[in-house]
């Protein structure tokens, strides 16, 4: 988290020996004044000192129980950790443990109302000592210290003035404002710090000169409010955790994070439903195809979570793989026997049929595929291979060895295509529908959604990345927009859609309304504590540059092809109704794909897949780059180069 984390390691370094210091320091004081203490309730409350010789064992067992106690209440862990009001309560608890233990041993000198008296006295008098002592070893730690950098903290109640006090148990972060909705705090002071009304931050930035704003906020629809707010304020918000983890469970202040921009999204996720997300997996055999991706690895994920029986990874990368693997390993303590982590293509038919027939897979979420819309294009007959073949291969395999359930993850990319990788989403989808039609034990079923944040090949990780190096951030088009929705919320979707499928089904998930992809980049700026440079602001600080769209992009995404679309169980899935291509024709029609491809042909290729396609309109001629290349002859004359269309092939 930037100014708060850089150098982490050196700054708990150089506080590390003072703290241990000041700690040792205070159970000394402790020690030695508390006994001092009951000396003096003793004297105020008219006892006279009857204990003679045993005094000196007296001063020592108050001095003993004061320090067991303390240290078992976590007062001095609190003296390092938190220096606020929370140690009001720490220390009332312990002060009248002590005078409990304590006031038994009075009575063996004096009468037993004395003895009461003498040990409230004590425990008030105890109190006295342990906050007035804990607030000058406060002011002895940050003696020194440089300011610190200015932040103000947003909350509510409880949780804005516990975080605002163990905020400043940090050297390197100074407290300069309290910002609550709450009317009847407004123009109090919380330790020493002015509370003031939301409508005054866009003066109190500039005059602190804050850079940075700490939430400390409950819910996610109480953060998205703040961060509307936020969003045009030249600084950096930033998410706190959890303030009791933060003082009991180790969480420190450099912990927090920027805010996840899924809180933008103008929805909360459904709750999903239990029995639908369980159906397919517990207890069964599971395979994920393209395990290693971005929503392979959050589809293994949750998956692990409903208690498969063996969950089986698929990914034709070692180095994905590795890492999903990896990953489910340390947060499960049997992943070894669960987890099953194979290297593989779905191009290998007879590599799938081995893994299928082995475990006698139950359940197939099939994600392997080509996704990034240029490179598809630049890559044409690759893209096909993987994801309309692959997709053949894995679905006719999963129909031999008699798999239960297989859920294509499909694009909202499908509909109207006007780019290679949408009419090869599409293609595979009508190859589910017609091995469907074709009959056979196996539920074939498709979910189809838009961009999730955080994926690869998100926009959003482009822009953060665009934004941390000073920009520009590249649009295709003022206009464009985009349906997201978070890589979590639309895996869960994809496991329940799946689970209500009758085969052949295509499911869309409603992602809500659409966002303007130029409105998500300005928020984005605005919440990193920058802002946009354009004409009217010509010194702002990151640069919106537009590049036009390219190859095989839209300007507006579709969930749906037409309006047969009807609800479900679900209120966040829906069923399209959409015509398919028997699978007698579509056989065909695949079979002179698969020719096109051994010949290279592209342009002949990109023709079957207009004739398959429903309304997919290419945005320009061939754009694969070896197709390219050939046509310009680029190709040395002393390389072999492959054979006409029209020439045998080897």
């Known amino acids: 988290m930037a100014a708060l984390s850089d150098s982490g390691a050196y700054r708990r370094e150089r506080k590390e020996l003072p703290v241990a210091a000041l700690r ?58 938190f220096m606020g009001t929370h140690l009001i309560g720490l220390a009332c608890q312990g002060l009248a443990l002590c005078a409990l233990a304590i006031t038994p ?28 002592s804990r607030f000058v070893a406060g002011l002895l730690a940050r003696r020194g210290q440089s300011r610190g950098e200015p932040v103000i903290v947003y909350g509510e109640g409880e949780g804005l003035a516990a975080l605002s006090a163990f905020a400043r148990s940090y050297p390197n972060v100074l407290v300069v404002a309290l910002i609550d909705d709450a009317e009847e705090l407004i123009g109090h002071s ?24 700490l939430l400390a906020l409950p819910t996610r629809a109480a953060r998205r409010r703040v961060m509307a707010r936020l969003a045009g304020l030249p600084v950096r918000v930033q998410a706190v955790p959890d303030i009791a983890n933060m003082i009991f469970g180790g969480a420190r202040l450099a912990d927090a994070r920027d805010v996840d921009l899924a809180e933008l999204l103008d929805r909360d996720p459904v709750p999903p439903m239990r029995d639908l997300l369980q159906t397919c997996i517990r207890g069964k055999t599971v395979l994920v195809t393209g395990a290693g991706g971005s929503i392979g690895a959050a589809l293994c994920r949750q998956i692990l979570e409903q208690g498969p029986r063996r969950l089986i990874l698929l990914d034709v990368s070692e180095v994905a793989l590795y890492g999903i693997d990896r990953a489910l390993g340390a947060n499960l303590a049997d992943a070894a026997r669960i987890v099953v982590p194979l290297v593989g293509s779905v191009r290998n038919r007879r590599r799938l049929r081995e893994i299928l027939e082995t475990f006698a897979v139950q359940t197939v979420y099939h994600a392997a595929a080509y996704k990034h819309v240029p490179l598809v294009e630049y890559n044409m007959i690759e893209g096909v291979r993987n994801n309309v073949f692959g997709t053949l291969d894995v679905a006719q395999e999963c ?71 000073g920009g520009p951030v590249t649009i295709t088009h003022r206009e464009v927009t985009r349906y997201f929705m978070t890589i ?6 994809v496991i329940q859609a799946g689970s209500m499928a009758q085969g052949g089904d295509v499911f869309a998930l409603d992602m809500g309304k659409p966002v303007r992809v130029q409105d998500l980049a300005e928020k984005m700026i605005g919440l990193m504590g920058l802002t946009v440079r354009d004409d009217d602001h010509p010194d702002g600080d990151i640069e919106i540059s537009y590049i036009n769209l390219r190859p095989g992009e839209k300007l507006h995404e579709e969930l749906a092809i037409g309006n047969k679309i009807v609800g479900t169980g679900h209120p966040m899935i829906l069923r399209a109704n959409e015509s398919f291509i028997p699978w007698a024709a579509l056989e065909g029609l695949l ?25 997919y309109e290419p945005a320009e001629d061939v754009a694969d780059l070896v197709w390219q290349a050939r046509r310009e002859g680029a190709v040395p004359d002393n390389v072999a180069r492959l054979p006409h269309r029209d020439e045998a092939v080897p």
């Open 488 to 493: 979590g919320e639309a895996v869960s979707l």
């Open 591 to 615: 079979a002179d794909i698969r020719a096109a491809g051994v010949e290279q042909d592209c342009r002949r290729m990109l023709e079957l897949l207009k004739r398959c396609v429903e309304d």
């Open 105 to 132: 041993a009075l009575a063996i000198a004096m009468p037993w109302a004395d003895a009461l008296r003498t040990g409230v006295a004590f425990g008030a008098l105890g109190l006295a000592w342990v906050l007035t």
């Open 24 to 81: 040792a320091l205070m159970m000394g004081a402790d020690f030695v004044a508390l006994p001092l203490v009951l000396g003096l309730a003793i004297w105020l409350t008219g006892n006279p000192l009857a204990f003679g010789e045993a005094a000196v064992a007296m001063a020592a067992f108050t001095g003993v129980v004061a320090l067991l106690v303390f240290t078992w209440r976590g007062i001095y862990r609190s003296l390092a950790r």
């Open 190 to 213: 919380i330790d020493g710090v002015e509370v003031h009304p939301p409508t005054r931050l866009p003066r109190l930035i500039p005059r602190f000169g804050v850079s940075r704003v």
């Open 399 to 469: 129909r031999r060895a008699g798999v239960e359930h297989m859920v294509l993850v499909s694009t909202d990319k499908a509909v109207r295509p006007n780019s290679v990788m949408g009419a090869t989403k599409r293609l595979a989808e009508l190859v589910l529908q017609g091995l469907h039609e074709r009959g056979g034990a196996t539920r074939f079923s498709i979910v189809r959604f838009g961009n999730v944040l955080g994926a690869s090949g998100s926009i959003v990780p482009l822009f953060q990345e665009q934004i941390r190096h």
